[in-house]
């Protein structure tokens, strides 16, 4: 099964809107990260959070880490057209193995 | 795209034939990945290397084989294509294991259709 399963699967919001989503984790972690896939694409690198981060921030992203509950959230503000894509976050579950959960598709209404 | 080339871009295979696709990269990481992304399924790693000749089995290795003969080289063999293995197949690369807090850089993505 997935290390990371993201939350929710799909979520649609109006252009300049806030867009936050969520991902759980089983096993403990050393970091976690976040991706963006447009259509069509490969997966890009947005963001890292390590394990004893709380917060993080990037430009317009900000995420999360409480490994109590082993969960982290990206929350995109001020949202655009651009933003529209998949989104996934990743956990390592050895030293040497990535793993994606199954992703949020967001959509961006003009 | 971080110097990652995967080749071809698309193909369209019958069932039973061998298959290898290739994912060279121009950045000299010493790790490469190969996944597979399915609907409902996101990205399920096949296979990695962690170095020349050394590799292991992801979490849905079975019917795949690879090989890493030179560092910028990482081949994903299907030895007898079948139709569950029709996907769309992502090679990554990263500098360090994602336990030493790097990044992963993708390739654009084979289209394998198996009919």
């Known amino acids: 099964s997935q290390q990371g399963e993201e939350d929710p699967q799909a979520l649609s919001i109006q252009e300049g809107e806030n867009a936050t989503m969520n991902c759980s984790y089983k096993?403990?972690?050393?970091?976690l990260q976040w991706y963006r896939q447009n259509s069509g694409r490969g997966l890009v690198h947005l963001i890292l959070?390590?394990?004893?981060?709380r917060e993080k921030h990037s430009g317009r992203l900000r995420v999360t880490l409480d490994t109590s509950k082993k969960s982290s959230s990206l929350l995109i503000t001020a949202s655009r057209a651009a933003d529209t894509a998949s989104y996934f976050c990743?956990?390592?579950?050895?030293?040497?193995?990535?793993?994606f959960g199954s992703g949020t598709r967001l959509s961006i209404r003009p | 795209d971080a110097g990652i080339t995967q080749s071809p871009r698309h193909k369209v295979t019958e069932t039973g034939t061998p298959v290898t696709l290739r994912c060279h990269q121009t950045?000299?990481?010493?790790?490469m990945y190969w996944y597979r992304q399915d609907p409902g399924h996101g990205l399920r790693l096949i296979h990695y290397?962690?170095?020349?000749?050394?590799?292991d089995k992801g979490e849905v290795s079975d019917g795949y084989s690879v090989s890493r003969s030179k560092t910028e080289d990482f081949l994903l063999t299907l030895e007898s294509a079948t139709s569950s293995q029709t996907s769309v197949y992502f090679c990554?690369?990263?500098?360090?294991?994602?336990?030493?807090?790097?990044?992963?850089?993708f390739g654009q993505g084979t289209r394998l259709t198996v009919v």
């Open positions: 959070i390590r394990s004893n981060e």
């Open positions: 950045e000299n990481h010493r790790y």
């Open positions: 096993t403990s972690i050393n970091n």
């Open positions: 990554a690369i990263s500098t360090g294991g994602l336990g030493m807090n790097t990044e992963a850089f």
């Open positions: 990743a956990t390592d579950s050895s030293a040497s193995k990535i793993i």
């Open positions: 290397s962690y170095g020349v000749k050394d590799t």
